[in-house]
């Protein structure tokens, strides 16, 4: 787990500073040490932040080189491929040879020389992005994962490509400029991030899940595809419904055995749920004593499982580590937060994964594992269920009176209801045809968003549905069958709303202070199992979301646990918004709205005036990144205190520079 950086240069003009700035840029990801590489012509240079995690000696270091029958390869690499042990020994087999003991990075150079891409990336198990270059075939080759735990951002200027770990980090390079791309603007507002290849910087984009760069620099030609696919690579069921609970079981231990490979201490984020508590029994059975890690809020019982945690915990004999947050200390850590998100990621429990990243490394464990992705994956979310049953009432509606209906229940629903209700832009999308899901972070809808952009904001370009949504439905009815409703929701949530906010959210709160997060529920061959079932067997039609997991579960659980209402994992910004957090922050963001046009005035008032709503969390998550990289307020002296110490300047000061 590490950060990585590179610049390939068409005419051999790379150079060690500017390669260096960026490497450095993320030296929280990496604090173990760094390294660079230039290859001899000046057109390739590869960067490294490591953070150690498995073969922690010297020889482990990267850039690292191999070579093979003439042929020679480097590479910089951030994640981990759990399942290196058995590659190493298929890769020995066929009389390759290794130099370090056990590095995973070392099987990826071996194996790519062994195997060929292709057949390289399709016997990983892990989580990785990384860079390879080829200096026969002069190529160099940028890979994310399957569903893109590890980011990967580029850069194109002046015919050269840049990337990095992070996107803060290509601004270190003197050719790259933040700017507001306005496009992507519109498209976080609806999602609370931005789909891939997107990202809010204007000329930075990042690789999206399961996707690969292959520059040819013999040719100057680029090339992008997907090289993964959960549907393509779906498998064929089992004869019955017990069967697959059983090989759901089986996978499931698979998954968690292979994330506890480390030559580091292994913890868990654990809530009062069944997704981590399910993780907390797999690894008691493994581990004595296991240290967990659990956020609570002060006054928010709503909010707090932190009694659920302990409770669970204590069953196991856990060493238990619960993190109080309270709404001053959840303020006074936004600005880091945004800083180490890069982009907004507009989750207000970003600030907790935060607090309990460092909770986890002051307790010695640099790796933590964390539930994300078992409800996209095991439909558990019961604003799913509705959204499902609404689409498919919605499917029996007979053709003209059905368009009539949807019209004229888009048009009341428009003139009667909050401008902000999401119940008016469900209402608009079927009365236009669309999906009404498109992903489980639904934000401000269209009429919302007309409303509330300001006069600076360029009203060109695709909508968000035909800019994002299309293109995903499209990929999906190529694959899989358009009735199936929740398949679909499951493959827009994998290929957009996971990669693109739920994992980030782990990753760069976990990477601010060198803690690696790892998510079994996300396991490749677990995705391609489930999808390859039948939809009822998948809850197509049960009213209680994740039955197939929950009867896996019920093995290792009490069964009124596993079916007890979920909670889910929240912050409390909706009750804080007329408290002390929320009053500051909105003064805050009516005076951003008033100086920079960004925003319409009289729509951030009224925003700010109606209650028992999360919605301003966005717009202020914006806020704060804009005056941080647009604004440029984060001088070298803030930079240094924010990156390497982690306090926090104040949002005060901030918006007042």
Request: hydrophobic residues 45%; proline residues 5%; aromatic residues 8%.
């Amino acid at each position: 787990m590490c950060g990585i950086a590179g610049w390939i240069s068409r005419e051999g003009r790379v150079t060690l500073p500017p390669l260096v700035n960026m490497r450095d840029e993320m030296v929280h990801r990496g604090p173990d040490g760094a390294g660079s590489w230039i290859s001899p012509d000046q057109r390739v240079g590869f960067a490294h932040r490591r953070l150690s995690i498995i073969d922690l000696s010297p020889s482990a270091a990267q850039p690292m080189h191999a070579q093979h029958e003439g042929r020679k390869v480097s590479i910089v690499f951030n994640g981990e491929i759990y399942n290196h042990a058995e590659l190493r020994r298929e890769l020995v087999q066929r009389g390759m040879s290794f130099v370090t003991d056990h590095s995973d990075t070392e099987v990826l150079l071996v194996g790519y020389l062994a195997l060929g891409l292709d057949g390289l990336l399709h016997r990983l198990r892990g989580m990785f992005a990384f860079a390879l270059y080829d200096d026969d075939r002069r190529r160099v080759l940028l890979v994310r994962d399957r569903v893109g735990v590890k980011p990967l951002y580029v850069a194109e200027v002046a015919g050269d490509v840049l990337f990095a770990s992070e996107a803060k980090a290509l601004l270190r390079h003197p050719c790259v400029t933040a700017k507001l791309d306005h496009e992507s603007f519109r498209h976080y507002l609806s999602f609370r991030a931005v789909p891939a290849p997107r990202t809010l910087f204007e000329g930075i984009q990042c690789l999206g899940p399961g996707e690969l760069l292959d520059i040819d620099l013999r040719t100057n030609q680029q090339y992008r595809r997907t090289w993964w696919d959960p549907l393509e690579r779906a498998t064929a069921p089992p004869s019955t419904l017990p069967a697959a609970a059983d090989r759901l079981a089986e996978l499931l231990s698979e998954s968690f055995d292979l994330r506890l490979v480390a030559d580091v201490p292994v913890g868990l984020f654990l809530s009062g749920g069944v997704d981590s508590a399910y993780l907390l029994q797999l690894l008691a059975k493994r581990h004595n004593a296991p240290e967990t890690f659990t956020v609570t809020y002060p006054g928010a019982s709503e909010y707090s499982e932190g009694g659920e945690a302990a409770r669970l915990a204590d069953e196991v004999h856990a060493r238990h580590h619960e993190v109080e947050l309270d709404q001053e200390s959840y303020g006074d850590s936004l600005i880091d937060v945004a800083w180490h998100q890069d982009e907004p990621i507009a989750a207000p429990v970003c600030a907790a994964v935060y607090h309990l990243s460092r909770a986890a490394r002051d307790a010695g464990v640099p790796v933590v594992l964390a539930g994300e992705g078992s409800d996209e994956v095991f439909i558990g979310y019961r604003s799913w269920l509705r959204m499902r049953d609404a689409e498919r009432w919605n499917g029996l509606l007979p053709d003209l009176p059905g368009r009539l209906l949807r019209r004229g229940a888009a048009s009341l629903a428009a003139s009667s209801l909050s401008w902000l209700s999401p119940h008016v832009e469900v209402m608009r999308r079927a009365a236009a045809g669309e999906p009404l899901f498109w992903g489980g972070a639904m934000e401000f809808g269209e009429g919302a968003k007309a409303r509330l952009l300001g006069p600076a904001v360029a009203r060109t370009g695709a909508s968000t549905y035909e800019a994002v949504v299309r293109p995903l439905r499209s990929a999906f009815e190529a694959r899989g069958d358009a009735r199936d409703l929740t398949a679909w929701m499951t493959y827009i949530d994998l290929r957009f709303r996971l990669p693109q906010l739920m994992l980030p959210r782990l990753d760069k709160m976990g990477m601010a202070f060198g803690v690696e997060g790892r998510v079994p529920y996300l396991d490749h061959r677990l995705i391609e199992f489930v999808v390859g079932l039948p939809p009822d067997w998948r809850g197509a039609r049960d009213k209680e979301g994740k039955a197939l997991f929950k009867s896996v579960a019920e093995r290792e659980l009490p069964r009124e646990f596993v079916r007890r209402k979920k909670r889910g994992f929240r912050a409390p910004v909706a009750e804080w918004k007329h408290q002390a957090f929320g009053k500051k922050y909105l003064a805050d963001l009516q005076r951003f709205a008033a100086r920079t046009g960004l925003f319409d005035c009289a729509a951030i008032k009224a925003l700010a005036a109606t209650r028992g709503d999360r919605l301003y969390f966005s717009l202020v998550n914006f806020m704060l990144w804009y005056c941080l990289f647009i604004e440029d307020v984060l001088d070298s002296g803030v930079r240094e205190r924010v990156g390497a110490s982690r306090r926090s300047v104040g949002a005060k000061d901030l918006v007042a520079l």
